[in-house]
């Protein structure tokens, strides 16, 4: 698949912080769909996006297609939150073609 | 209760021998798909399934084969495993009004 951008690579907040990750790709995608995976290596679906703008809690998620990008924002940083967030985009055939991830941890 | 699962979880391999990892889900999805996770290199796509009795290549098919005798159930075979197979494999279903995929918890694979 073709190459997911993903800044920045890691990223260190304390508690109550907020900070953006974006997601660069380099054709029009049809969604993009964001993931936590946390010490356990499971992945948990944060959202998944075929347009605009979605929120949850302290969350919120953008997916600019035509401008072939999409972004995650954290506010109010919280320890749990730390883990590495995936942003993977949606291409023909309904397939998925992850980024390398941003690892984030936050600090007390 | 889990809507996708896998087994098994954890599995220690020798070099030459055949491995099966099984995936079940519930979702009622046409899709299914096998990844695997790499440290740097996020989780990239080895087959998937459009639906029972097919199965296409993903962008790393070498080493590995997969089956679909059911909606239910995506199988990865390794026939000859090698070390450098050593990953977490994780599998994944979706359905066709969107793109979303819904993962399982992932299988630790060694290979010695």
């Known amino acids: 698949g073709m190459p997911v951008e993903q800044n920045p690579p890691a990223l260190s907040l304390y508690e109550g912080a907020e900070s953006g990750l974006r997601c660069n790709f380099s054709?029009?995608?049809?969604?993009v769909q964001w993931f936590q995976q946390n010490h356990r290596g499971r992945l948990i679906t944060l959202f998944y996006?075929?347009?605009g703008t979605k929120e949850n809690g302290r969350l919120k998620s953008t997916f600019n297609s035509k401008e072939r990008y999409s972004t995650l924002h954290i506010k109010d940083a919280q320890l749990e939150d730390s883990g590495t967030y995936f942003c993977?985009?949606?291409?023909?055939?309904?397939?998925?073609?992850f980024g390398t991830g941003t690892s984030l941890l936050v600090d007390p | 209760e889990a809507a996708v699962t896998q087994s098994p979880r954890n599995k220690v391999a020798v070099t030459g021998g055949k491995v099966t990892l099984s995936c079940n889900q519930t979702?009622?999805?046409?899709?299914m798909y096998w990844y695997r996770q790499d440290t740097g290199h996020g989780l990239r796509l080895i087959h998937y399934?459009?639906?029972?009795?097919?199965?296409e290549k993903g962008d790393i098919p070498d080493g590995y084969k997969a089956s679909r005798p059911s909606q239910e159930n995506f199988s990865l075979i390794l026939e000859l495993a090698t070390p450098s197979q050593t990953s977490v494999y994780f599998c994944?279903?979706?359905?066709?009004?969107?793109?979303?995929?819904?993962f399982g918890p992932g299988t630790r694979l060694t290979v010695l």
């Open positions: 994944a279903s979706g359905g066709q009004a969107s793109y979303e995929q819904y």
């Open positions: 054709t029009t995608m049809k969604g």
């Open positions: 979702n009622n999805h046409n899709n």
């Open positions: 993977a985009v949606v291409g023909m055939g309904y397939k998925l073609t």
């Open positions: 399934s459009y639906g029972a009795g097919s199965t």
């Open positions: 996006l075929a347009q």
